[in-house]
């Protein structure tokens, strides 16, 4: 391999990774504007969104001039492949956080409401899908991409279980439709995220293994998803 396909390689790595690390903190910064009412974390999370949306269009670039200069092969092109969805799913991701945190500056009353419904449950669980799933990539480790895939289904149950707690909330108490009906949407965003970090997931495991695989196959044989950490 030539030493510029190598530094070309390299140099997309460390750009996507970057691009992981910007939407991860994107992430966690939207849940604690959401969760503790911390404006100053939901207006940052706004204002970036141009860096985040700069970068994904130079990882979009800079893989497209390597398909063009190099004509890579086996695990060259497998990068390449699982690079340009990756970058995309994380540009999906970090539109969604931008998304909780505009819902988050717009109804302040929200905080209360997430906390009464123990919306943190559902935070965590996406926030652990988002990281993990970086992790995986960062270190080409598929087992701990397989690890992660079942807690799709955990936060697939909780987003029913507190849309169900809303809706009977509301059907009683005629002040938390508003901010109710913003936390549904809410959770039909971190629902979506789970997916993109699933699909994250998905994609390590093609780079790795060189094989597609979607988390339904191996539901089965993972029985224990990582703990949640704090976001």
Known sequence: MHRSFEEDLDKLRTRLIRMGSIVE??????????LEGNTVLGQLVIERDEKVD??????????????????????????????L???????????IAIDIAR????????QALAQHVGLERMTRATFTMVKTSLDAFVNADAELAKHLLPLDATVDELEREITTQLIELMEHDSQSIRPGVKLI???RALERMADHATNIAENVIFLTEARLVRHRQLEESQS????????
């Open 224 to 231: 224990h998803p990582p703990s949640p950490p704090q976001p």
């Open 85 to 95: 969805k990756i970058n995309n799913e994380l540009e999906r991701i970090g539109d």
């Open 103 to 110: 819902i988050a500056l717009d109804i302040p009353q929200i």
């Open 54 to 83: 700069a970068l994904d269009i130079k990882i979009d670039s800079q893989c497209q001039r390597i398909f063009a200069l190099h004509q890579p092969v086996a695990s060259d092109l497998r990068l390449l492949l699982a690079a």
């Open 185 to 187: 949407i809410v959770l």
């Open 25 to 34: 903190e994107q992430v966690e910064f939207a849940f604690r504007a959401l």
